[in-house]
DNA sequence: CTGTTAGCGCTTTCAG
DNA sequence: CTGAAAGCGCTAACAG
């Protein structure tokens, strides 16, 4: 027997020695099943190689290890696949975290009615009935508007990152709302990799902004680098922001202004959240947790503003 | 029943229909343990945040989704866990796919014991009998010496990634037997990391070398913002040279000089050799794929060598 | 405090 | 071709 008290000491020992010379190992998968317990949570997202989840996973993870569960992270390809791959997983664990921003609200709704310990991170959906942390994209975002306006940017684009995206349309309303401040932005499609930014790129400037306010960091990166592509220099020429502040961001050139988005307190807050799940408890849903927005070398004057 | 032909049509078309109304899953855990099949498989490796790990294992992914397998990753935190995380992983999957550059060559013998499909992923390890897939490191960085050499460069240090890295080691011994080009290379200590290149990069420039030889791309990018810091231009000043060609490398300013490791290709072929090992297969040892140098902006001339 | 027994949810095998 | 029965490797809930 492993773990109870209420047994002999001596006989443990023995035991204890014998699975030690037989490298014993008991089964995942019967525990499991035996007990309903697998010990493990399982992690779904939308794309493994998007550096902002790392952050997040990895505060996640060492919660996980520290009240002894295992973390298994699953990527779906497929659109659609969301729910099977959920379902799926969780046969083989006792709890979720959603990290997929743009999975079905259907979906989520059928997660939830399962009753599965099941937590969403930064995506906000209200009508459904799981517990859920994000971080607040909305008025960091606004800040950011505030900076690019004081510096007399006024017409702005926005190079959106996925339509489906919670966080896209967080940010996107903060950039409209920023009329308010004099910006008069235009949206481009685009995604939130180094690729799309740099392919949105010559569209946004056909509408002749002073500022390019990218989805994220990535993006940011990907921009500046067909502007400098074209001969122009940021921030001299065109002002350019990213969001998520990753590794990278401040080791640009130029460093990038962007959003500190608390990657590790996200990661952190979620396990907490999932463990009470765990534990059968309902855990109380915390406000959105706040980003800060941060000024390095990719902003200055508007040009042509007489900055 | 599922799959089976040997079944009356009619009857299976009503168990279907049966199935899908009352939203049936079969239990994963229940299936595996029943049939010793999982249908799925684990990846284990030591730092979920490394881009390069992401090529590969997007790769093996649509590979195993091919294959129909669903693909659990894992993260191993502490030193000395990875034998535990791989069997434990193990009684919930059916193969495992090593990624663990600096798992002790006991724990790999472990597994090669156990007789569990299992392949090593770049890092090739001798003595140890299992399958393993390796992008040949020597040959491209001996090339890169090479380039450098060319452009008058003779002082240089190796920004080094972990000891216990095959793949640092292989690439070291490339760097040393430069010297028959003419380099004069120099080892610091650093690592695979941004961070750790903006850090080695002083105690590199104490060496007073006309080119930075990093580790990875990561590290490169680390020196290269720290000099530009420090008022020194790459690659006028100073070359600098990364490894892997991450997404970011020809995004960067100056893009990068490095290796075009095969992501790819790798991660295919890992999961060809994996789904061989399921089958019950021997797979045979495929040769080191080969990586290829690629010149961009970030190395030139040798300062004062009259380039 | 021990040893035994009945399942967890499925697959597989073996008689009907 | 179908139905019933026997486990996969473990845990839990019992009687001894």
Redesign the pocket.
């Known amino acids: 027997m ?1 773990g109870s008290l ?3 000491p001596e ?1 443990a020992e023995r035991v204890r020695r014998a699975t030690d010379e037989l490298e014993y ?3 995942g998968a ?2 499991g ?3 309903g ?1 697998h010990r493990s949570v399982g992690v779904v997202l939308p794309d493994l190689s998007n550096p902002y989840f790392h952050g997040i996973i990895k505060a996640t993870n060492v919660g996980a290890a520290r009240d002894r569960y295992r973390m298994l992270v699953t990527e779906w390809q497929e659109p659609g696949e969301e729910l099977g791959v959920c379902l799926d997983v969780l046969s083989r664990v006792d709890g979720l975290l959603v990290l997929s921003t743009r999975m079905e609200t259907d979906s989520l709704r059928d997660l939830a009615a399962r009753g599965v310990p099941t937590v969403l991170v930064n995506r906000v959906e209200l009508g459904v009935d799981l517990p859920m942390v994000a971080v607040d994209n909305f008025s960091p975002m606004l800040e950011l508007c505030q900076h690019l306006a004081s510096l007399g940017h006024r017409r702005v684009v926005y190079l959106a990152g996925s339509p489906s995206a919670w966080q896209n349309r967080e940010r996107w309303k903060a950039v409209q709302q920023a009329r308010i401040l004099g910006l008069d932005p235009v949206m481009v499609a685009s995604d939130a990799t180094i690729e799309a930014g740099y392919e949105a790129t010559d569209e946004a400037l056909g509408h002749d902004p002073t500022a390019l306010i990218a989805f994220n960091d990535l993006a940011a990166l990907g921009a500046i680098a067909r502007l400098r592509e074209l001969g122009l220099k940021t921030p001299e020429d065109i002002s350019v922001t990213g969001f998520d502040d990753v590794a990278l961001a401040r080791y640009a050139d130029p460093a990038l202004t962007t959003i500190v988005s608390p990657k590790t307190a996200l990661g952190e807050q979620a396990w907490m959240m999932l463990e009470a799940s765990l534990r059968g408890e309902r855990p109380e849903q915390p406000p959105l947790l706040s980003a800060t927005f941060v000024q390095r070398a990719s902003t200055g004057p508007a040009k042509g503003s007489g900055g």
Do not use: D, E, K
């Open positions: 492993s209420t047994v002999n006989m190992r008991p089964n019967a525990q099943l035996a007990s317990m």
